[in-house]
Each structure stands twice: as structure tokens, then as C-alpha cells.
T-cell receptor
């Protein structure tokens, strides 16, 4: 039961470096999203997608890019990492517009 | 303004007792959904329970129930017969539009033997 798989689980970057957080789901879910979790705060929505080829911005999109070329994959790209992007990132998917989200295990990113 | 408010940063309960975790929300949309997620120390987010704004009855899932008071805009989570494994962070969340969740800041629950 793979569900939602995120890689890598841990990453350390230097300021200005770029990287991609990978997210894949094997449940054939149309809806996928990325959240970040910072200490003392709940999760905040970065970007989301309602299907292949369709993405939109969430609450905190600046500094991140996404694309959705297949139903299964929804990578999150950091173009030029900043210390403010140090966080735990969660990818989530859902089979419906209104149902529960299934989360990946999270990716802990540190930007020095 | 906070859309989801969890006023209890931490809660303590003894094993086998019931505990209520508070959540209030703010929305003008007549159609919304309320979720509770559990985050153990290992970090994953585990879905517990869901309540739709048009649902007439309070949602229940095993030992979890959601005390939904629409007029008060509250959606409290009740855990009956607490277990040591219930020790975790608990997040209340509200769906805005389609598949956009807004989360509260969480309540840390500690269950003691």
C-alpha cells in the first residue's frame, strides 16, 4: 500500500540552490496539493492541482513552482532556496473535490 | 482573522478517560467541510473524521466523534476511552472551496497511564 510517496524525506540546501520535491500517488486521485508546516503553525497550502495539466496557487505560493503532467505525479520545485523555506513539506491527494486528503509522510527541508 | 481557532495548545488526559479538543471556525460559505487530523511524533498526518456543513448528524468514527454546533461555529473532537497511543498533535481543518484546507495551529494531547 504505497499511497502518497514523497522523496526525499530529508534535504539540506544552501541558499540559492534549486531542488525538486517529488510526490507520487498510486490511488488514481485527481486532486493533489502541497502544504508546508512550520513550528507553531498548522499546515499552509502552497499549490494544488485538480487534474493533469491544471494547477493553481494556494496561500503561500511564492518561491515555488509546480506542474502536473500526469495524474500520478505532482513535483514541487524550489527555484532559489531561501532560509524562510526551511520547513516540513507535505504532499496530499484526494479522490474527490470535497473528501479527505491523504498525506504523504512529509519531507523535511533545511536551507542554510 | 483566524479561520480555524484551536485555543488549547496542550491537553492532558488519563488513560481510559474521554477528552474534548476544541475547534471553532469562521466562514461565510454555506458549504464547507471540517476535518480532524492526528499527527504523532513520527510526523505523518492521519485523517480521523469529517463533518460536512449539511450533515444533520454528528460524525463518528470508532472512538472519535465530532461535536458539530453549526450556530456556534464549533467542531470539537471527542475522543472516548483515551489510549496511550492517542498522544499526538491534533489539527482541526476546514475545507475552503475545493480541496483547499485551512488548518488550525493544533492541540498537543498527552495521555498518561
Amino acid at each position: 500500500n504505497a499511497g502518497v510517496t514523497q522523496t526525499p524525506k530529508f534535504q539540506v540546501l544552501k541558499t540559492g540552490q534549486s531542488m525538486t520535491l517529488q510526490c507520487a500517488q498510486d490511488m488514481n486521485h485527481e486532486y493533489m496539493s502541497w502544504y508546508r508546516q512550520d513550528p507553531g503553525m498548522g499546515l499552509r497550502l502552497i499549490h494544488y492541482s485538480v487534474g493533469a495539466g491544471i494547477t493553481d496557487q494556494g496561500e503561500v505560493p511564492n518561491g515555488y513552482n509546480v506542474s502536473r503532467s500526469t495524474t500520478e505525479d505532482f513535483p514541487l520545485r524550489l527555484l532559489s532556496a531561501a532560509p524562510s523555506q526551511t520547513s516540513v513539506y507535505f504532499c496530499a491527494s484526494s479522490s474527490s473535490l470535497v473528501g479527505e486528503l491523504f498525506f504523504g509522510e512529509g519531507s523535511r527541508l533545511t536551507v542554510l | 482573522a483566524q479561520k480555524i481557532t484551536q485555543t488549547q495548545p496542550g491537553m492532558f488526559v488519563q488513560e481510559k478517560e474521554a477528552v474534548t479538543l476544541d475547534c471553532t471556525y469562521d466562514t461565510s460559505d454555506p458549504s464547507y467541510g471540517l476535518f480532524w487530523y492526528k499527527q504523532p511524533s513520527s510526523g505523518e498526518m492521519i485523517f480521523l473524521i469529517y463533518q460536512g456543513s449539511y450533515d444533520q448528524q454528528n460524525a463518528t468514527e470508532g472512538r472519535y466523534s465530532l461535536n458539530f454546533q453549526k450556530a456556534r461555529k464549533s467542531a470539537n473532537l471527542v475522543i472516548s476511552a483515551s489510549q496511550l497511543g492517542d498522544s499526538a498533535m491534533y489539527f482541526c481543518a476546514m475545507r475552503e472551496g475545493f480541496q483547499k484546507l485551512v488548518f488550525g495551529t493544533g492541540t498537543r494531547l498527552l495521555v498518561s497511564p
